[in-house]
């Protein structure tokens, strides 16, 4: 099988891609704003969760303007809890660290092997929480979820 035919064969399976963190205002909604932008064009559903959301809040400020100087934009976002159900009806599950993928074993085991590090393809790089940090974490974290939003849109 053509690597082409692969590829063709996975977007049939990912029709809906899930990022996970914690509070779903830093990392999981700016990792979904950069990967809706990178599949423009596709009809690719990209949401957010958190496993310990802030439930209606925005992005934060800081993830905010680093997306807006990469031209992009959260400002629609609103924090939703990861429910067994949000991470059922996902068929890949992008999370940032290790102990999300064990924390979503303890809400939705059937959705645990569907469920990834973003920094997967980074051999196995987590991705670590900027929140309440100052600015210059907020940038390191962002470059980590460009180079594995990256790498991933090479499977999806």
Not at 43 to 72: C, F, M, P, R
Not at 116 to 130: R, S, T, V
Not at 135 to 145: N, S
Request: hydrophobic content about 40%.
């Amino acid at each position: 099988m053509s690597t082409h035919q692969v590829h063709q064969d996975l977007n049939v399976v990912f029709n809906h891609i899930l990022f996970v963190c914690i509070g779903n205002i830093c990392r999981s909604p700016s990792a979904e704003v950069m990967m809706r932008n990178a599949l423009q064009g596709r009809n690719i559903d990209v949401s957010s969760a958190g496993l310990g959301a802030l439930v209606d809040h925005g992005v934060d400020a800081t993830a905010q303007q680093l997306l807006i100087e990469h031209g992009l934009d959260g400002s629609q976002h609103r924090a939703r809890q990861a429910t067994p159900q949000v991470l059922s009806s996902a068929d890949l599950i992008l999370v940032m660290e290790k102990k999300h993928l064990r924390r979503i074993s303890e809400i939705a085991p059937e959705a645990l092997g569907k469920a990834f590090l973003l920094g997967k393809w980074q051999e196995e790089a987590e991705i670590p929480d900027p929140y309440r940090q100052q600015r210059p974490a907020f940038e390191h974290v962002y470059r980590l979820m460009a180079e594995g939003v990256d790498a991933w849109k090479r499977y999806i």
